[in-house]
Nanobody, 127 residues
């Protein structure tokens, strides 16, 4: 079992930045692919970014590429999502997720690629 606790959300103006964190309870954190998803009101959950167990491979949704950066600290067992140049359309509840890894053969952009989910943290970008 892996428990994930996300934090760092909040209210920010357009063009601002936020950093989300996700603390994991996994015994061997580096064995897991980690990802971020988001869900806006009235919309389906969508993939944002993923990172391999070692942190050497990353993958992003086109909508956030160049603005968001996913990273991890395996010693501290924490996943991060640095979000810059935020837009109102980035407003959503953000979820961290863990999947069996440590790497992938096809980009892990589907919910079923992940086995464990955090509780979500709200990000609101005002215009």
């Amino acid at each position: 079992q892996v428990q994930l606790v996300g934090s760092g959300g909040g209210l920010v103006q357009t063009g601002g930045s936020l950093r989300l964190s996700c603390a994991a309870s996994a015994r061997t954190f580096s064995n897991y692919i980690m990802g971020w998803f988001r869900q806006a009101p009235g919309k389906e959950r969508e993939f944002v970014a993923a990172i391999s167990g070692s942190g050497t491979r990353t993958y992003y949704a086109e909508s956030v590429k160049g603005r968001f950066t996913i990273s991890r600290d395996n010693a501290k067992k924490i996943l991060y999502l640095q979000m810059n140049s935020l837009k109102p359309e980035d407003t959503a509840v953000y979820y961290c997720a863990a999947g069996q890894g440590p790497t992938w053969y096809k980009p892990p952009r589907e919910s079923q690629d992940y086995d464990y989910w955090g509780q979500g943290t709200q990000v609101t970008v005002s215009s």
